[in-house]
C-alpha cells in the first residue's frame, strides 16, 4: 500500500510520524501537562502551524498514538517478524511490550482514557482486548489453549490482569522485573486454562 501512495502522501505520512514520534518521548520525558504543542513541533523539525494540520489539540495527538502504537505491536507479533511460533509466548511478548510502552504510564494512561471519553473513540483498553482475543483464538487452534472457552472472555481476563499487574508493580507491591511479572501471570492463568484438571462448570 506504500507504494501506491503519492510522494506527497508519502511526505505527509512521514511528518505525521514524526509528530507522533516527538510527542511520545517528549510525553515520556516531562510528562504530558508540561510538553507543549510548539515543543513537540520543534523536536518533529517542523513549524507549530504544521501540528495543527494533523491534529486539532495536543489531546487530539493521544489516540492517534494509540493507533499507530498498537500497529507497531501488530507487526512485532507477526512470526515472519521473529515473533515466536508458539501464540501463548506471543501473547507474553504482547504484554512485555505494551508494558514498555510509554503510554502504559499511569499519568498518561489517564490521559488517553479521557481524551478517549470525550472524542468518542475507540478506548484503548478495546484494542487490546481485541489483539489479546485474536492471539487466544490462535492458541486454541495450535491446541495451546482449551477451545471450549470464549476467547473474547480469555482475552479480557488477560487485559484485566496485565493492568492489575502493572498497577502493583508501579506501586511497588512486587519485587519481580515487570517482564518476568508479566510472563508468571501467564503461566499462572494458564494452569486453569490448559491444566489436565480444568473443567468448565
Not at 1 to 28: C, I, P
Not at 84 to 92: D, F, G, M
Not at 132 to 147: D, H, L, M, N, P
Request: aromatic share 8%; net charge negative.
Amino acid at each position: 500500500m506504500q507504494d501506491n501512495l503519492s510522494r506527497r502522501e508519502r511526505k505527509k505520512q512521514r511528518t505525521r510520524q514524526r509528530l507522533m514520534g516527538a510527542a511520545l518521548r517528549l510525553f515520556q520525558e516531562q510528562g504530558y501537562d508540561d510538553t507543549t504543542v510548539g515543543q513537540i513541533a520543534e523536536a518533529a523539525d517542523v513549524a507549530k502551524s504544521t501540528f495543527f494540520n494533523y491534529f486539532e489539540t495536543k489531546e487530539a495527538i493521544l489516540p492517534a498514538l494509540v493507533e499507530w502504537q498498537l500497529q507497531q505491536l501488530e507487526e512485532a507479533l507477526l512470526p515472519e517478524r521473529g515473533a515466536p511460533a508458539s501464540p501463548v509466548a506471543r501473547i507474553k511478548l504482547a504484554l512485555c511490550l505494551v508494558a514498555e510502552n510509554p503510554l502504559t504510564d499511569p499519568p498518561l494512561a489517564g490521559r488517553l482514557f479521557v481524551a478517549g471519553m470525550r472524542r468518542r473513540e475507540t478506548h484503548p483498553g478495546l484494542a487490546l482486548l481485541n489483539l489479546f482475543s485474536e492471539q487466544v483464538c490462535q492458541a486454541q487452534a495450535a491446541g495451546e489453549i482449551c477451545t471450549d472457552l470464549d476467547p473474547i472472555y480469555l482475552g479480557g481476563l488477560i487485559r484485566a490482569l496485565f493492568f492489575q499487574q502493572l498497577m502493583m508493580w508501579h506501586h511497588g507491591y512486587c519485587p519481580l522485573p515487570l517482564p518476568e511479572l508479566l510472563c508468571a501471570t501467564v503461566d499462572l492463568l494458564m494452569d486453569g486454562v490448559a491444566g489436565p484438571e480444568w473443567r468448565r462448570e
